[in-house]
């Protein structure tokens, strides 16, 4: 049986890595980044979910055009947007500014769309191991999405942190430098995937309307509620981390190397938690107690946050963030699994795609919502109110279990996977 060619795998896999990697570096720092601008808690709110908002209105678009035109031209656009970015919103953090001035602001607002809206060369990526991999292969292949995820989740924020000990704008420019790596590669090594004779004509507009797509998975009564439960969780979890390093940063005068740490944490128990645990779990107790449990943790984690002792705040923080992390690996995959188990084969992938527009659309409301919060209620409040957002989706999800035979049916291929 051939294997899929390894310049192909490489390319693919790099183009995944950077995609997690340089938002991985430069999210955690982006307080230290802003220091210079006075910027306040709805600012920094507004740029974190400006990414998300580029992603979410730009990537039904890009999966339509790799169908189209193919995988290589679009990966090897959406990586050169990266570049451009990246590399303009480590220009405007290197020099100086006048003060008062609305233009660097402007600037990284630009920045942060443009690398945004460059974000879907993870699905293109994906395309492509699908292109080159035989169905019987593909679970092994699409592994290594769920390896280039965790390493970048774990490499970014101790990179960062390490590079911000020499200067806090150092790791801006070696993400600039690696997206550019990742272009190098993806012209040298990335061939066409995806046939002449498979390509697809461009579909209806309204088709690629995020909105429309979310309109008609959220009427669906077999799944409504747990797809506005999973709306509301990515709400409030992207609200309070967007703020989170500001929090430690004002709190309890962290500086960079600390707050990263925290990030560090998190991707470490993420990926313990979905790479090794999520499936035995699942097996012993199934996709909907999973859910609940994991929302309990990240509310538990997300209060322990505003009550830990600036005393012993490295205790009592990295202890809540390793238990937010936990949680949050069990809450994903499992209510994902959730609503994909009551669709039939027919409505997967749709269903699927409107989770993760649902994802996005919490992704850059979240952050804004909590940046107010922060400064016109009080530096707990994005904490508290997530909290109750979060108890909200408790009760959403223990309304909509499934039959227990279904609950802990372990015969599909994705828990012998362990994945959602």
């Known amino acids: 049986m051939r294997r899929p060619p390894v310049p192909t795998l490489l390319s693919a896999f790099l183009t995944l890595l950077n995609d997690r990697l340089g938002e991985s570096i430069v999210f955690p720092l982006l307080p230290f980044l802003l220091a210079g601008f006075n910027a306040d808690g709805r600012t920094l709110g507004l740029l974190a979910g400006s990414y998300a908002f580029a992603q979410f209105t730009v990537t039904p678009l890009i999966g339509a055009l790799s169908d189209r035109f193919g995988r290589r031209p679009v990966i090897a656009t959406c990586v050169s947007g990266s570049v451009l970015g990246l590399g303009l919103f480590a220009i405007t953090v290197s020099l100086d500014w006048p003060i008062g001035s609305t233009l660097p602001l402007m600037l990284l607002f630009a920045a942060r769309l443009i690398d945004g809206m460059s974000g879907g060369t993870a699905a293109t990526a994906g395309a492509v191991l699908a292109d080159v991999t035989p169905p019987e292969r593909r679970a092994q292949a699409f592994g290594l999405i769920g390896v280039a995820f965790g390493l970048g989740f774990i490499i970014g924020p101790f990179l960062g942190g390490q590079l911000a000990r ?7 420019w070696v993400a600039t430098g ?11 090594l990335l061939p066409e995937t995806h046939a002449r004779d498979a390509r697809r004509a461009m579909p209806r507009k309204r088709d690629l309307n995020p909105f429309a797509q979310i309109a008609k998975v959220m009427g669906n009564p077999a799944v409504g509620r747990l797809c506005l439960s999973f709306f509301l969780f990515f709400l409030a979890f992207n609200g309070f981390t967007a ?33 090794g645990l999520i499936g035995p779990l699942v097996k012993r107790l199934g996709e909907w107690r999973l859910t609940l449990i994991g929302l309990g943790l990240v509310i538990a984690g997300c209060l322990l946050i505003p009550a830990t002792d600036p005393e012993q705040a490295q205790v009592g923080v990295f202890s809540a963030v390793a238990i937010l992390a936990t949680g949050t690996g069990l809450v994903t995959p499992s209510l994902r699994s ?13 269903a699927l ?4 527009a649902l994802q996005s659309l919490g992704s850059f409301l979240g952050p804004p919502v909590a940046g107010l919060s922060y400064d016109l209620v009080g530096a707990a409040s994005p904490f508290l109110g997530g909290a109750m957002v979060l108890a909200l989706v408790i009760l959403l999800v223990s309304g909509s279990p499934l039959p227990r035979n279904t609950d802990l049916n372990t015969s599909s291929p994705e828990h012998s996977r362990g994945k959602a």
């Open 353 to 356: 795609g409107s989770l993760q």
């Open 243 to 275: 703020i989170l390093v500001l929090y430690f940063k004002q709190r309890f005068n962290w500086g960079p190397e600390l707050a990263t740490t925290a990030f560090l944490i998190v991707g470490v128990v993420a990926t313990l938690v979905q790479g």
């Open 178 to 188: 690696f997206a550019v790596l990742n272009l190098v590669v993806v012209l040298l």
């Open 338 to 350: 959730l609503v994909s188990r009551r669709l039939d084969s027919e409505g997967q992938g749709a």
């Open 166 to 172: 020499i200067s806090v704008t150092l790791p801006v």
